[in-house]
């Protein structure tokens, strides 16, 4: 229950903070602190009908601040400095960064997937890349009817995903410039994008082996990332078995023909459409799958970890939120 719950919300300036503070005040969450970089304390972010002062994250802060849960909506170097601060100070820590993810012992969550490993916690739970998070939302039903065997994807990522800054450069464009920028360093021939979204997605899945590639690119969108997919089954599965099976999943709404990055935008559903056969290999489906990055991409996701594990929830002597 959020009543007594003190949170922290770090990196309430970003593109994804006022989304997650806008997600705890519709949940009734009061005792509330917003933090952020030494350049922004000082301002206001709204929090329903009232504002919090942004106060400045350091690992002090964290660590004296006697949260319950704190979120982490920052970069990976920051949230290696300040995540472990909050968690000695006794606050279960949900974090968006890369920091954690794949580290042995932190769980990488996405309650309807693989919720079930965020009780192992032990202080800190990974929240996956957006695209990490609608990806797997789609494949785990697939999964689940006929294995999967393989996955090959597209990405169109939205600017937003590249924080607020990215956004403000892209409504500063001229009409038509459509200058866009690949923002994700080179890992040998890869993007590092493309490199978390494969080996996040095997760890979620728990498919350590499963045949994966993605080409990622960031397009002049402000919010929705959308992924064109190809998966390859172990079993056969129609396209009309596919859509059972999506349709039955949790926070899954599949869209006839087909959705558009605009029609996800304050969403709380992974949207998926164009589910049909793919010819040129064995068990072959392809897919169209768009999603809001900034809600169930981030912060929701985020919001839905901490709720999972209150439930039923007691909080321990040492602070650090449990559960039974």
């Known amino acids: 229950m959020p009543e007594g719950v003190r949170v922290a919300v770090v990196g309430a300036t970003g593109a994804v903070g006022p989304v997650l503070l806008e997600l705890l005040h519709e949940r009734g969450y009061e005792d509330v602190s917003a933090f952020a970089s030494a350049r922004s304390a000082g301002q206001r972010v709204a929090y329903g009908e009232r504002e919090l002062e942004v106060e400045e994250a350091t690992p002090e802060a964290m660590q004296s601040g006697g949260f319950d849960v704190a979120f982490f909506a920052i970069g990976t170097a920051a949230s290696r400095e300040l995540v472990p601060a909050a968690v000695a100070g006794g606050a279960l820590c949900i974090d968006k960064s890369s920091a954690f993810r794949l580290a042995d012992g932190v769980p990488l969550v996405v309650p309807e997937v693989n919720g079930e490993r965020a009780r192992a916690h032990d202080g800190i739970v990974a929240n996956p890349n957006c695209s990490t998070i609608q990806l797997t939302c789609v494949l785990k039903p697939l999964h ?61 899945l728990e498919l350590p082996d499963l045949h994966f590639q993605a080409t990622c690119v960031r397009v002049p969108v402000l919010v929705g990332h959308a992924q064109a997919v190809w998966v390859e089954t172990e079993r056969p599965l129609s396209p009309e078995e596919a859509c059972e099976a999506l349709d039955a999943a949790e926070s899954v709404r599949l869209v006839d023909p087909y959705p558009e990055p605009r029609d996800a935008v304050g969403e709380d559903d992974v949207l998926v459409g164009r589910v049909r056969r793919d010819p040129t290999t064995a068990n072959g489906l392809a897919l169209f799958i768009v999603c809001d990055n900034l809600r169930k991409g981030a912060a929701l996701n985020a919001l839905q970890i901490l709720e999972l594990l209150q439930d039923p929830v007691v909080v321990a002597d040492d602070r650090r939120l449990r559960a039974v």
């Open 144 to 204: 689940d009817a006929a294995g999967l065997a393989g996955a090959r994807l597209a990405t169109y990522q939205s600017h937003s995903g590249a924080g607020a800054e990215s956004v403000r450069e892209l409504l500063a464009q001229a009409p038509g410039e459509g200058h866009v920028t690949m923002d994700w360093p080179f890992e040998g021939d890869e993007f590092e994008e493309e490199d978390k979204l494969r080996e996040e997605t095997r760890k979620i």
